[in-house]
């Protein structure tokens, strides 16, 4: 019997944007099992809770019987190591992207020779987005529903009026 496939996808994901929806469902078609691992990044300050952007990502991805959701911190190589993943999927969105990517790539080669990164790009529609810039929109009343699931539309209107 082959080894099932397992792959992982982090991100801060704050907050998952239609985009990450994307490489997710790519990802899903790819691999057996997907793990989108939310990192607990100290060096962010994110709009969002670890709670709540757990809440907003297993809303996002409740139709993919072979996604789940973990949180982390530390080596992302340890917390694949630890899961039994294979592969680390980086999603691409423009050539600006690649040279953080292409080192954070070869860096974890060095650190586990045994994971392999693959680059996924999403939909052409989605290529200019990002949570930043879905933050913004937001944060002065603009529309977001085309960027992001109703939940999270909802999440950012009541962070923002909380203001």
Known sequence: M???KISIYPGTF??????????I???SKIFDE????????????PLFTIDERM???HDAIDEFSNVKVAEFDG????FARDNSAQVI?????????????????????KLSPEITTVFLMPNEKYTYLNSTIVKDVAKFNGNVDNFVTKLVAKELTNKFSAQ
């Open 55 to 57: 809440v907003m990502i």
């Open 14 to 23: 704050d907050p998952i944007t239609r985009g990450h929806i994307d490489i």
């Open 25 to 27: 469902y790519r990802a």
């Open 2 to 4: 082959s080894e099932k």
């Open 34 to 45: 997907v793990i989108v691992t939310l990192a607990v990044n100290q060096s962010k300050k």
């Open 89 to 109: 999927i980086r999603g691409l969105r423009a050539i600006s992207d690649f040279e953080y990517e292409f080192q954070m790539a070869l860096m974890n080669k």
């Open 75 to 78: 080596l992302l190589v340890d």
